[in-house]
């Protein structure tokens, strides 16, 4: 995430004097380091936002197509747990093997975590499907477009609240980001399009009026501590477990999910030979 220098050195406008002597007015370089902290933050608040809808929708994607795969070696390792205490009737292994099954349990709620792909029973057909490589309907992918990243951007940077002076354009202004940010999450070009649109023909913003130097550095300490605050929802989304592996391949993580399903069904195979040992 970078700072968006090359467009700070023009939101500050021309310098303005004071009337009596000409020069410049106090408040006039921390007017502009201001603006220029304002700039930075919806710079900054941009990219968060849009790792989050990275790390959300690989996620997804990632419940959908390796739920699945995880399920079935979890239900494998507690067969062979079972057969391995069933051999040995050893106290340890049985108890072993009790743990096992307690993890492949139908557990309340399972369905809205596989996102249809099993449910409290279960696998559903196209998750047993995908395991025996039958053909399976592919999950849905939802990922903003180029265009739709553009457009997202030009909205944010217009209509963010944090450009707003009066109470009620702030509130305009955080209704108005809530929907674009549902729709940039979805991934929807054309509603994109059509908020750009709205935003066009609203009503101007009020001209920003001078602050006065207690003001404006109020307004710096406010825009650090969001600053702080999006760092932290930042780092929270790169450690993550999803986060790490999309930094894997960020230019292609539909290839990063092959490759881990190609491990997680060698896996698979040999789980299922182990315990074709064990029942022999």
């Known amino acids: 995430m970078t700072s968006p220098d090359a467009e700070q050195g023009g939101v500050a406008g021309e310098t303005r004097a004071t009337p009596e002597d000409g020069a410049p007015r106090p408040e006039e370089r921390l007017e502009r380091a201001v603006r220029a902290a304002e700039q930075a933050l919806i710079e900054y608040e941009i990219a968060v936002e849009t790792f989050r809808v990275e790390v959300e929708n690989f996620s997804r994607l990632h419940h959908q197509k390796l739920g699945p795969m995880y399920a079935r070696l979890d239900e494998l390792d507690a067969q062979i747990a079972e057969a391995r205490a069933e051999r040995t009737g050893d106290p340890e292994d049985r108890r072993k093997?009790?743990?096992?099954?307690?993890?492949?349990?139908?557990?309340?709620?399972v369905e809205e975590l596989f996102h249809g792909w099993m449910d409290g029973d279960g696998l559903f057909p196209e998750a047993a499907a995908m395991l025996t490589d039958q053909p399976v309907r592919p999950?849905?992918?939802v990922r903003p477009s180029d265009e739709a990243r553009k457009l997202y951007r030009e909205l944010a940077r217009k209509a963010h609240p944090d450009l707003a002076q009066e109470d009620s354009e702030r509130a305009r202004r955080e209704e108005f980001i809530t929907r674009v940010n549902a729709a940039y999450a979805r991934g929807d070009e054309p509603l994109l399009r059509e908020l750009a649109e709205e935003w066009a023909k609203g009503?101007?913003?009020?001209?920003?009026?001078?602050s006065e130097s207690e003001e404006l550095y109020a307004r710096l300490e406010w825009l650090a501590e969001r600053k702080e605050m999006l760092t932290l929802v930042a780092k929270e989304l790169e450690e993550s477990a999803i986060g790490a592996m999309l930094r894997l391949a960020p230019?292609?993580?539909?290839?990063?999910?092959?490759e881990i399903a190609e491990k997680l069904l060698a896996d698979v195979s040999r789980r299922e030979?182990?315990?074709?040992?064990?029942?022999?």
């Open 139 to 141: 999950p849905q992918r």
């Open 203 to 210: 009503p101007l913003p009020a001209e920003r009026r001078p």
């Open 251 to 258: 230019d292609d993580p539909d290839q990063l999910l092959e």
């Open 97 to 109: 093997a009790e743990e096992a099954r307690a993890r492949v349990l139908p557990m309340p709620g």
């Open 273 to 280: 030979e182990e315990l074709a040992e064990l029942l022999a």
